[in-house]
């Protein structure tokens, strides 16, 4: 299980590491938006997603648990990617761009906080402290796995098929979700515990 949430991570966040190197372009070099502008709007839709993230994470969990949230999460985020490759005509109107990043950065940051717990209930606690760092460290290392993604491919896709290479990558993200059981799990950490 924990194999399986390490990979469903890397792909999802590899997908968000692309999407966090092509915005600044796209809005900045393509739209025309000030460097200021981007930078102002990012820090306050980071700000409102960090909020309502914790918020929203607390209380979707509590009602449905752990992965179906963090499932029609992904889903929702899927779902809006691809939205936007079909009215990439309407990129222009700053109102588009500005409510999926803000959207887009609210589903992030649940999805995100949702794994930090999803990460602790996977430790085993006699190498809690080392692998809950490993966790952590993943989600650096797929964002900038992204990032290097972008550069290679950077001459090859316009910007809408970066965003269907986001929508590619969250789609295994999601089929490898579904085989993800913290029960089972549980239930051989216990084991381990007992010899």
């Not at 607390?58 to 499932?71: A, C, L, N, Q, Y």
């Not at 490759?85 to 109107?93: D, E, G, K, P, V």
């Not at 089929?175 to 059981?181: A, E, K, R, S, V």
């Not at 799990?185 to 007992?194: A, C, P, V």
Request: glycine share 6%; net charge positive; with cysteine.
């Amino acid at each position: 299980m924990s194999l399986l949430t390490i990979a469903t991570f890397f792909f999802f966040n590899m997908g968000d590491g692309i999407m966090n190197t092509i915005m600044p372009t796209l809005v900045v070099k393509q739209l025309g938006w000030l460097d200021t502008e981007y930078s102002q709007f990012i820090g306050m839709s980071q700000l409102i997603s960090g909020c309502l993230g914790m918020i929203l994470g607390t209380i979707v969990t509590d009602k449905i648990g752990h992965i179906r949230s963090i499932f029609i999460m992904m889903l929702l985020v899927v779902l809006m990617t691809l939205f936007m490759t079909f009215i990439s005509q309407w990129w222009y109107q700053r109102e588009v761009i500005m409510t999926f990043v803000i959207l887009r950065d609210i589903l992030i940051t649940t999805i995100n906080i949702i794994f930090f717990a999803v990460s602790m209930q996977l430790s085993w606690k006699k190498i809690a402290a080392t692998q809950f760092a490993f966790y952590m460290s993943l989600a650096n290392f797929s964002d900038t796995s992204g990032a290097a993604l972008v550069k290679a491919l950077n001459t090859l896709f316009p910007f809408t098929g970066f965003f269907y290479l986001i929508v590619f990558l969250s789609c295994i993200a999601l089929i490898l979700l579904l085989f993800i059981n913290l029960n089972v799990h549980s239930l051989h950490l216990k084991k381990l515990n007992e010899k």
